[in-house]
């Protein structure tokens, strides 16, 4: 992945939410619901964001195409991460992540929801307020996630919903990649000659993923300011921003300027900065 994949985080008390309008809707028994006008409309479908903060290449939101509802987006900054030690630095970029991305929702006609608190209160919260049934998420691969995905999977199963987590972060899942015994690989070579097995029988062709018409429009995000979430003032460097249009562009100049092609033989030149696409 590029640049704009970074780490969710926390921080301190002052509230801060994107909360969608206060009327209440009730959530739907069935796969769909009736419109003002009497037609039948698919239940929407919502995108539980995490490291993601991107719309390119996205395994949970070609998941969230698979039917005909419109996409919703959820962030939570829960302070429960805390302990995971993010430090300003990350913190920064995830703000001016969750603004650039706002930014691309809200151009094709959708929008971003934000919400400060637990994460499996107000992923169950959003998804009872819209009348999802399906929630999509990249997989995190890192064990505390992973028991806030399981603790999501069974409250929502509890209000009728369900929680489809995607591989997104590897090319191949790590569980994938064994001898052909089946025992774990001892070296490079064996490792990589697992990968390739495994991509060999994996289709996965690149996909044009079509938004248009298919996102829900929601109201624009408090994002907080980086002070604000940690109650100080805050230094961030000015050479690096957060957000996939940056990281985008950035990825684009690396290529354009030739970076790619020296690529093979200028990789492990740690000390220089073009020498790779971070």
Not at 83 to 105: N, P, S, T, W, Y
Not at 150 to 174: C, F, K, R
Not at 178 to 200: I, N
Not at 248 to 271: K, Q
Request: proline letters at 5%.
């Amino acid at each position: 992945k590029t640049a704009y994949e970074i780490y969710q985080c926390d921080w301190s008390s002052d509230v801060c939410s994107s909360d969608l309008p206060s009327r209440s809707r009730a959530p739907c028994s069935a796969s769909t619901r009736a419109s003002a006008k009497g037609r039948v409309m698919a239940s929407p479908v919502l995108v539980w964001l995490r490291r993601d903060l991107r719309l390119d290449d996205s395994h949970a939101i070609a998941a969230a195409l698979d039917g005909e509802g419109q996409i919703a987006f959820l962030y939570v900054l829960d302070p429960a991460m805390k302990a995971r030690g993010v430090g300003h630095a990350q913190l920064g970029l995830i703000v001016e992540g969750l603004e650039d991305l706002h930014a691309r929702l809200a151009e094709r006609g959708g929008g971003l929801i934000v919400r400060r608190g637990d994460t499996v209160q107000h992923l169950v919260d959003v998804a009872r307020e819209l009348g999802v049934e399906r929630v999509c998420a990249n997989r995190d691969e890192e064990p505390a996630a992973g028991l806030v995905e399981d603790a999501a999977e069974a409250v929502l199963s509890g209000i009728g919903a369900e929680l489809l987590v995607v591989d997104d972060e590897v090319n191949v899942p790590h569980e994938l990649v064994a001898t052909k015994e089946g025992k774990p690989c001892r070296t490079y070579s064996a490792y990589a000659r697992a990968v390739r097995r495994v991509l060999e029988e994996l289709p996965a062709p690149p996909q044009d993923l079509d938004l248009t018409g298919r996102l829900l429009a929601v109201p624009a995000p408090e994002i907080p300011s980086v002070e604000t979430l940690v109650g100080r003032p805050v230094t961030l460097r000015a050479d690096v921003r957060g957000g996939e249009t940056h990281a985008l562009a950035r990825l684009r100049a690396w290529r354009d300027d030739g970076h790619l092609a020296r690529y093979a033989d200028d990789r492990d030149l740690v000390a220089e900065p073009d020498a790779t696409s971070r």
